[in-house]
């Protein structure tokens, strides 16, 4: 199955993008349909998901800051 079961999301070096509200909102809601949500900086962000079996991980990294 193609279910995503955790998502990554990096934000930044230095954790310096921040969250919308909506983007929260977002979060929240994942978070009660069962999905594992782990906002860290960029660069554990990147080795929690080189560390992490890809199948049901989703990943996305802010990569500017």
Not at 42 to 59: D, H
């Amino acid at each position: 199955s193609n279910e995503v079961k955790t998502l990554i999301a990096g934000i930044g070096y230095n954790s310096a993008a921040s969250l919308t509200t909506k983007t929260i909102e977002f979060i929240e809601q994942l978070k009660s349909k069962g999905i594992q949500v782990k906002v860290l900086s960029t660069n554990k962000a990147v080795k929690l998901f080189n560390s992490s079996p890809k199948k049901g991980v989703l990943a996305c990294f802010h990569l500017n800051c």
